[in-house]
């Protein structure tokens, strides 16, 4: 069974840090692209980062860039979210999806998605 389980999540106050796991079963991360995503109550979802696990490759969205960084561990089968610099507006709940690949694909394109974790920065 393929599944996706994103885990430490959680509240911290502005500037503080978080890093949140994505760990991977049912196929190897090497062989796909893994997104973060996030969605925070009344807005669309939104890409963050993506990692190409074969090339360790990372993309990341304007909104994060420099203070978020991705990583991949295939020895755990496993996508990281180093999340630095927080700020209230990265308020979410945080989901990582894989696409089957070396390409980082749009939102919709994802075959696989995890159920989610919620991150909550004070001010």
């Known amino acids: 069974e393929v599944q996706l389980v994103e885990s430490g999540g959680g509240l911290v106050q502005a500037g503080g840090s978080l890093r949140l796991s994505c760990a991977a079963s049912?196929?190897?991360?090497?062989?796909?692209?893994i997104g973060w995503f996030r969605q925070a109550p009344g807005k669309e979802r939104e890409g963050l980062s993506c990692?190409?696990?074969?090339?360790?490759?990372?993309l990341y969205a304007d909104s994060v860039t420099g203070r978020f960084t991705i990583s991949s561990d295939s020895a755990k089968n496993a996508v990281y979210l180093q999340m630095n610099s927080l700020k209230p507006e990265d308020t979410a709940v945080y989901y990582c999806?894989?696409?089957?690949?070396?390409?980082?694909?749009?939102?919709?394109?994802?075959?696989?998605w995890g159920q989610g974790t919620q991150v909550t920065v004070s001010s």
């Open positions: 049912g196929f190897t991360v090497d062989d796909y692209a």
């Open positions: 999806a894989g696409s089957y690949g070396r390409l980082c694909p749009r939102s919709y394109q994802y075959d696989y």
């Open positions: 990692i190409i696990g074969s090339v360790r490759s990372a």
